[in-house]
């Protein structure tokens, strides 16, 4: 089993970054792959980007490419995404997801998620 904690979302002003944070409390973190995706007020929830099990790949929706960075530290069982050049468009709740497959999961494919953390973008 894996639990995953969301944390570091906040508000922030256009232009502005933010570093959001999923820690895992399973000793196994290292064996999946990790996902972030979000979901604005009214919307489905859409992936933002994805690293594989050792941090060697990383791929993005294009809608954050360029702006947003993910990394892993396996030592300490976290993943992070890194956003830059935050525009309004970019408020949504965050979830970070873990997935079995161990590169490029499809969404169906992640197994267990975080609770989620707020992001707001102000203009």
């Known amino acids: 089993q894996v639990q995953l904690v969301d944390s570091g979302g906040g508000l922030v002003q256009v232009g502005g970054s933010l570093r959001l944070s999923c820690a895992s409390s399973?000793?196994?973190?290292?064996?999946?792959?990790m996902g972030w995706f979000r979901q604005a007020p009214g919307k489905e929830r859409e992936f933002v980007g994805g690293?594989?099990?050792?941090?060697?790949?990383?791929y993005y929706a294009d809608s954050v490419k360029g702006r947003f960075t993910i990394s892993r530290d396996n030592t300490k069982n976290t993943v992070y995404l890194q956003m830059n050049s935050l525009k309004p468009e970019d408020t949504a709740v965050y979830y970070c997801?873990?997935?079995?497959?161990?590169?490029?999961?499809?969404?169906?494919?992640?197994?267990?998620w975080g609770q989620g953390t707020q992001v707001t973008v102000s203009s």
């Open positions: 997801a873990a997935s079995r497959i161990l590169y490029k999961p499809r969404t169906y494919e992640y197994d267990y």
């Open positions: 399973g000793r196994t973190f290292s064996s999946y792959a």
């Open positions: 690293i594989s099990w050792n941090g060697g790949n990383t």
